[in-house]
């Protein structure tokens, strides 16, 4: 008895500025969601009027909140995977017996993660300018053509995907590390015996052996890709011809800078419903692909 | 066999280079004279370094103001962070109360509802309570964004304390609380550094909420700072580098003190499934 009122006493704190602060706004918004909040509700709540489901029916016939959705899907779709492999290959370095000053390099490899998003986009911005950016540069040293990265609507998601994946890809090597590091070493040598060659034992033990490690990174780097907002804002501010424009940039848009609260609740409440159903597909895919 | 370890470390080390050329870049760029680094031939390093760039953010562009407003802000929401959900943590691993488990996983479950769904009521509330534009707009969304992950963190932690030494100290007399600042509280040392720094990290990093919330500038954030700086200084790279070099250079050096504690907390955090 005694010990569970001081357990209330431990967790009541925090449950309520929890509660307050984060589980009744989350209602708060469900509900603004079916109302038509805008700037003249804003300035008097008399104005304020239920509305159903009109805001997602809108927002359904909106085109560019579609051409948002694709823009952030291509960042999923294609910035995922290849964070991974990124993530994957740096581990796989690391972890290797032939390599040197591991401290060192998984230290390098671990700095744009903590980096300030804002400020490495700020650098990402020059380094990738057209005239005089470093990118250009290496590649016209190569031989190939300069690629007016970040005013061309072709290039520019793929030159946010290639920044996102250099600032996110020391993350998710630091768990594939520890999950390299837990496969026991007597499966590999046991192969070895047996005459696997280095790619054998990397497709028949370190693949299944990370196959838990995987899950979990690919449903962690998905729910973090599909949240794209600094990117744009920082480096094309959605354009080139609205190219860029995130689900989350059009809903701030939409929410702080022409006040329509309760449509920008409705496409929060949208992008939570995906980034839902997508993580579940996963686990759904996962628990397939086990059996 | 020589070959080969040729081979990976020279990948490593390519890897390696590439992955901080940005940043040695910035460096370099933060140290040139206006207008150096878009010049032809490009240039790598200063001709001659000089600090014209950090004293002209000081002076004219009042970064010292922005600076304080971060250290400030992100010392005060770890400071709250610790406060709240250190006990709670604990109590979730050790002690048993009515309703535990059901509440945790709730909690859990609540982790994949991304934050920005709250901002927009969260906006409201502050605006009707006139809190927008003050430091305390910005520190309500820490319980959002620390709050369940930092008590995540600390019971998965406190889950390792052997339940005969909380019980030894019960036998003896000693009620909960000095328990938990008696025997508890140092035990969980290292995991209090851990979720310091990701909280300190987190709110020195975060973007979108102060955007959102501070219209004021001279309550402005070193990243919201910046990428204002950043729109009305297109053309001023060397001077914008600066302004990079400050807001990354404080976090990188705490990162690289503290860099134990920060791997193990990420990987606590990670293993949610």
Known sequence: MNTQRAAWCFVAPALLVISVFFFLPVLAALIMSMTDFDIYALADLRNLRFVGLRNYVELLQTPLFWQALGNTLYFVVLGVPLSIAASLGAALLLHSRLTWFKGLFRTAFFAPVVTSLVAVAVIWRYLLHTRYGMINYGLQELGLPAVDWLNDPQWAMPAIILFAVWKNFGYNMIIFLAGLQSIPEDLYEAAGLDGAGTWQQFRYITWPMLGPTLLMVSILSMTGYFQLFAEPYVMTQGGPVQSTVSVLYFMYEQGFKWWNLGAASAVAFVLFAIMFCVTLLQLRFAKGGEV | ?273
């Open chain 2, 1 to 273: 066999m020589k070959p080969r370890a040729l081979l990976l470390n020279g990948l490593m080390l390519g890897a390696g280079l590439l992955t901080l050329f940005p940043l040695l870049w910035m460096l370099s760029a933060s140290l040139m004279a206006p207008g150096e680094s878009s010049g032809f031939p490009i240039r790598v390093l200063p001709q001659s370094p000089t600090l014209f760039n950090y004293r002209e953010l000081f002076s004219h562009a009042g970064i010292g103001q922005y600076l304080l407003n971060s250290v400030l802000l992100s010392c005060a929401a770890t400071v709250l962070s610790l406060l709240f959900n250190v006990s709670a943590g604990y109590a979730f691993a050790k002690l048993r109360f009515q309703g535990r488990e059901r509440i945790f996983k709730v909690m859990l479950g609540a982790l994949v509802i991304p934050s920005q769904v709250a901002m927009l009521p969260l906006f409201l509330l502050l605006k009707y309570m006139g809190l927008v534009n003050t430091y305390g707009a910005v520190l309500v969304l820490v319980p959002a964004m620390a709050g369940i992950f930092g008590i995540f963190l600390v019971r998965q932690y406190a889950l390792t304390i052997p339940d005969a030494l909380l019980e030894a100290a019960r036998m003896d007399g000693a009620s909960e609380f000095q328990i938990f600042r008696i025997i508890v509280l140092p035990l969980l040392t290292p995991i209090l550094v851990t979720l310091g720094i990701f909280t300190f990290l987190g709110t020195w990093n975060d973007f979108m909420w102060p955007l959102i919330v501070l219209t004021d500038k001279d309550l402005y954030t070193l990243p919201v700072a910046l990428a204002s700086l950043s729109r009305e200084h297109v053309q001023d790279n060397e001077l914008m580098m600066a302004g990079s070099v400050l807001t990354v250079l404080p976090v990188l050096l705490l990162f690289l003190g503290l860099q134990r504690y920060y791997i193990q907390g990420l990987l606590v955090g990670s293993v949610k499934g």
